[in-house]
């Protein structure tokens, strides 16, 4: 514990300052010091302090418009939340703009300061006073990037529940929920698209089985819980809900044409399917008559082989029988 | 559950210290502080006090852009103010008032580390008027800070500056004047005061009689005693108690005087914070290691060796798990720190190429951010690793060199010895060996031996005996003059119960051969004995054991005891507060070491279940064994 013995120390300086009057020492120099001013402050401590003014302003702004910014809690509010988008894009770009400009500055009044000439202890200190400069002005910009990153995380993680993915993770409930908050925050408006909304929404809940979803629904119901519905949210929402809506409605019309349709093709079928069977026995005639056929056909080559076989023989028995004969003339006729 | 301990020492002084460099308000909490530039100047002691609390980017970050020396030529700097934290000796306030008359600074804010006397304020009141820098000079601070904090639960009173007025050379020289004697108390009360201040409690104090533990108990009673009574200016108001701590939980002070034990600040070491203490001359948190250059130098001289200085402190977490471990098991422990390292190393890269597959794969957003947030953390943890890695490098180095000594000096075998000598078990290797072993460990090694042995042994050694050992050890270029004082030391004391103090000790040799196949280690202790050293209490713990548990233990039974916020002065003996002790502080007068404090580190894991929850060690100097064999030798040739 530090012990603070500035009082003790001017209580001292007063009682010495007697004692040198009453001894009637030095009473000039009492007069002279009395008669110096204040120093004037040197130029370069000015202008560092209007650096760090300037950052501790930027600063100041950040912070007082933090809450805004940030807005975790915009959607429960029945109004719309306090900062627009837009509000929210100039106060990046200016704190970007203000923050190159200081960095700039500081830059700049760096190389003017280090060029001049000055003893070793200046300068090292001076270096050391711009290295905190910086350092101040990084923390700023940190401020800064947290409160922009935490923004740009949100927008993603809207346009990622409000994206819809084609397999339909989502749960029954989860769309009634969100459907809840839509119609508070725009209840005088979505009336009748409500309505609308609520029966295309069953129908779709039942065409829709739920997958596996705990975790997943563990998980949207948290990123709900943090995503707040702005206009800009609403109204791609409401778009989503007239595409739906279209949707469903054309897809109705669709099922009932086919439904005709396949009626149709069943009449045809049927009709078919009569013929068909009358043709089998036609065919199944033609087919024995087939087999039979084939079979004759058969044997009958069997008998023109077997006939073939015979004419062959029988021409050869014919053609002995007439060598025999003519033979037989010969000799009768040699011998006579 | 443990109630919340108390700010430790260190952290109370850090407190103190940023305090005063954020120009004597609290220091604020709120994000991006604005920074006021300011210049430290400090003399020797300031920068002891210092430098083992606040590194240079700490000192950075709370705006002092520059540190000097108090006595060293400095150049005006304008308007920038200036914050001194120097000790109210008459040259310092001397070269103020010379700074104030030359006008260095915008505005003066002065820190005394102790309290400033009347006529030195009033020096400075008068230089300040004649070089009317009066407005100037914004504040004037009594800081109580007149200590080196070294560990959390570590203290010592001296390092550079007027270190030897309270050695233990000074306080037991045959021709001593009753001045310097006074002084010295002078000195080391003042500093005993300023821990009290700074810790907010008032600790009831015991200490042996009859020497000059003895007296500083006395003065410090005194002491506090006045500054209690002093209701105005007291020190010890309620308001500077935190939440936590009750009035009736007092701290118990236990002042020991050097000559209880001699043996231990001779002793050779084996935990690894007191093995860099003794051969690698740690002082204050900071080691200096020789490295080999890498190739020789084309002529074919001799490598150049550099010496590279590492810090070990607090923020070194591998530091503060093994810093009171055998050195074997370091060894291991740094070889696993490294696979660690090097597994989550091919970590951080495996992520990297993977993230470059799957970073076209649009339809998978979710594993995408799930490979963001891997990314980030990823990014995040890299300078962590790149710290880990300097830290595991630093590490390795300092035991490399370690392990250069001990292999050199061979001094596993003397700690096997002494060990075995405390403990009264019977040597492998007789003494004759050790000392005719040129080899063996240099002179200062030899020395301690015999001195230890000498110290250590039951019956007293005849004549003839103690002459053939010191042929011996004047054949091994001894310088023999501890020697003389230690026979005086010994005759004085009649410490016959001594050696038995060291009792319960021992080692145990484990073969190297399983560890080696184990862990492949890269330190190749082979030839390296791995000592495993029983656990025991030396003489100073046992006599804190003793006192924290109002035990009755022969030699405690006489000690005094004070208690500064009694009404009366009594001679007792006997403690009137039987509370159970929470805290305790233990302070050598003389020079301490890292042995004792490593085993009083140790007795209070040992009771984790007991009462006493920290013990803070403290010494007049820290002195290591080389050191104080110098002493012991200037004190012996003196005996002539």
């Given at each position: 514990m530090a012990v603070d013995r500035t009082n003790l120390f001017l209580a001292t300086i007063k009682t010495v300052k007697t004692r040198n009057k009453i001894l009637n020492i030095g009473s000039e120099e009492a007069k002279s010091t009395a008669s110096i001013h204040p120093r004037p402050k040197g130029e370069f401590v000015v202008r560092a302090k209007d650096v760090i003014q300037n950052i501790s302003k930027l600063r100041d702004f950040l912070l007082k418009h933090r809450k805004d910014y940030i807005d975790?809690?915009?959607?429960?509010?029945?109004?719309?939340?306090?900062?627009?988008d837009n509000e929210r894009d100039q106060i990046d770009n200016d704190a970007q703009t203000f923050m190159r400009t200081c960095s700039e500055a500081i830059r700049i009044f760096k190389t003017e300061v280090l060029k001049q000439p000055m003893p070793q202890q200046v300068r090292s200190h001076r270096e050391a006073v711009f290295e905190l400069m910086e350092a101040y002005l990084k923390a700023v910009c940190k401020l800064y990037s947290e409160q922009r990153a935490i923004r740009v995380k949100r927008v993603v993680d809207r346009k990622r529940i409000s994206r819809l993915e084609p397999e339909g993770r989502r749960t029954g409930t989860d769309m009634t929920e969100l459907r809840q908050r839509h119609k508070r925050a725009r209840a005088e408006l979505n009336s009748e698209e409500g309505d609308h909304k609520s029966e295309t929404d069953d129908s779709k809940v039942m065409k829709n089985t739920p997958a596996s979803d705990d975790p997943l629904q563990m998980e949207y119901w948290d990123e709900d819980e943090d995503d707040e519905l702005s206009p800009e949210e609403i109204q791609m929402f409401e778009q989503e809900n007239e595409r739906l809506y279209n949707e469903m409605n054309s897809l109705v019309d669709e099922v009932r044409q086919i439904e005709g349709k396949v009626v149709e093709i069943s009449r045809l079928q049927e009709i078919f399917a009569d013929k068909v069977l009358q043709q089998e026995v036609e065919i199944d005639r033609i087919a024995d008559t087939v087999v039979q056929s084939t079979e004759n056909i058969k044997e009958g080559n069997e008998e023109v082989r077997e006939a073939m076989k015979k004419d062959a023989g029988f021409r050869v028995w014919i053609l002995f029988f007439l060598v025999m004969c003519s033979f037989s003339l010969l000799f009768l006729e040699w011998y006579s | 559950m443990r109630t919340i301990m108390a700010a430790s020492l260190r952290e109370k002084q850090t407190a103190a210290l940023k305090r005063m460099l954020n120009l004597n308000q609290e220091p604020s909490r709120s994000s991006a502080v604005e920074p006021v530039w300011k210049v430290l100047v400090y003399d020797r002691f300031g920068q002891d006090i210092i430098s083992p609390i606040l590194s240079v980017p700490e000192l950075r970050d709370m705006g002092v852009t520059l540190h000097l020396l108090l006595h060293s030529d400095r150049d005006p700097i304008p308007d920038v103010p200036a914050v001194y934290f120097v000790m109210p000796s008459e040259e310092n306030v001397q070269r103020i008032c010379q700074d104030l008359r030359n006008q260095l600074y915008e505005s003066y804010y002065l820190n005394f580390i102790s309290a400033v006397s009347r006529q030195r304020l009033e020096d400075l009141a008068s230089a300040a008027l004649q070089a009317g820098t009066v407005p100037q000079i914004s504040k004037v601070f009594d800081q109580y800070l007149n200590f080196i904090t070294l560990e959390d639960d570590m203290f010592t009173l001296r390092h550079s500056q007027n270190r030897e007025a309270i050695s233990y050379y000074a306080i037991n020289r045959g021709d001593v004047q009753d001045s310097e004697m006074e002084a010295s108390m002078d000195a080391i009360v003042d500093s005993l005061f300023s821990v009290f201040v700074t810790l907010g409690t008032v600790p009831i104090i015991r200490s042996p009689r009859g020497n000059a533990a003895e007296m500083v108990a006395e003065k410090l009673d005194k002491k506090l005693r006045e500054n209690i009574r002093d209701s105005r200016n007291s020190l010890f108001t309620s308001d500077s108690l935190q939440a936590g701590?009750?009035?009736?939980q007092r701290p118990l002070l236990v002042i020991l005087d050097r000559n209880l034990d001699l043996a231990t600040p001779l002793h050779h070491t084996w935990t690894y914070q007191a093995l860099a203490h003794d051969v690698l001359d740690l002082q204050l948190n900071r080691v200096s290691v020789e490295e080999p250059a890498g190739e020789k130098s084309p002529q074919g001289a001799r490598p150049k060796r550099k010496a590279k200085s590492y810090d070990l402190n607090f923020t070194d977490k591998f530091w503060q798990s093994h810093k009171g471990s055998p050195f074997p098991e370091v060894a291991e422990a740094v070889q696993r720190e490294l696979e660690e390292y090097r597994s989550q190393e091919d970590e951080v890269k495996r992520l990297k190429s993977v993230m470059g597959l799957e970073g076209e794969d649009e339809g998978a957003i979710s594993m995408l951010s799930d490979n963001t947030a891997k990314l980030t953390s990823a990014v995040s943890s890299l300078p962590e690793l790149l710290e880990k890695k300097r830290l595991i490098d630093m590490h390795t180095n300092i035991a490399s060199a370690l392990l250069d000594h001990i292999k050199v000096r061979k001094l596993d075998v003397y700690f096997e010895m002494e060990e075995k000598m405390m403990s009264k078990q019977s040597l492998d290797k007789s003494l004759m060996d050790m000392f005719s072993d040129p080899e063996a460990g240099s002179p200062e090694d030899k020395m301690r031996l015999f001195i230890i042995y000498f110290i250590c042994s039951a019956q007293t050694m005849s004549d003839a005996e103690i002459d053939q050992y010191a042929v011996a050890l004047q054949a091994a270029n001894c310088d023999l003059a501890p020697l003389h004082y230690i026979k005086r030391w010994k005759a004085f004391t009649k410490m016959t119960a001594a050696p038995s103090q060291y009792g319960g000790g021992g080692t145990k040799t484990i073969s190297m051969f399983s560890r080696l196949m184990n862990t492949g280690s890269e330190f190749v202790m082979e030839g390296v004995k791995n000592l495993v050293v029983k656990k025991h209490n030396l003489p100073v713990t046992r006599v804190a054991d003793a006192l924290i548990d109002n035990k009755s233990y022969q030699d405690t039974e006489d000690y005094r005891y004070f208690d500064p916020k009694m009404l009366r002065v009594t001679d007792s003996s006997i403690p009137r507060n039987r509370n159970p002790v929470q805290e305790a502080i233990v302070f050598i007068v003389g020079s301490g070491n890292y042995i004792e404090y490593q085993n009083l580190v140790d007795y209070v894991k040992g009771k984790s279940g007991g009462s006493i929850k920290r013990i803070t060690y403290g010494c007049s100097e820290l002195s290591n064994a080389m050191l104080f064999l110098k002493q012991l030798a200037k004190l012996g040739s003196e005996l002539h």
């Open positions: 975790a809690t915009g959607f429960l509010t029945s109004e719309v939340s306090k900062m627009t | 701590q009750f009035s009736f």
